[in-house]
């Protein structure tokens, strides 16, 4: 029974790192990515990996003001 899931353990990491759109980060303790599967290679660039993980996310907060965008100014 073990073997059995072990094996069904394994398909299942092999399909989420190939072919899944999920994105599956490893991050050491600074927050460098360390590992990337396919998808979020594919979506963040190839170069994610080594890089920090705050660097990756984007945000609009300093960029954007929704108040000034409703009020026209």
């Known amino acids: 029974m073990l073997n059995r899931a072990t094996e ?3 398909l299942l990491s092999a399909f989420v790192e190939q ?3 999920l994105v599956v980060l490893d991050l050491d ?8 599967n396919a998808y ?3 979506l963040l660039g190839e ?3 080594g890089r920090q ?10 960029d954007i003001s929704l108040e000034q965008l409703w009020n026209g100014s």
């Open 40 to 42: 979020a290679q594919q």
């Open 8 to 10: 069904r353990d394994s």
């Open 19 to 21: 072919h899944s759109k």
């Open 47 to 49: 170069l994610c990996v």
């Open 53 to 62: 993980f705050a660097e990756l996310l984007v945000t609009f907060q300093a």
């Open 29 to 36: 303790s600074a927050g460098v990515v360390s590992r990337a």
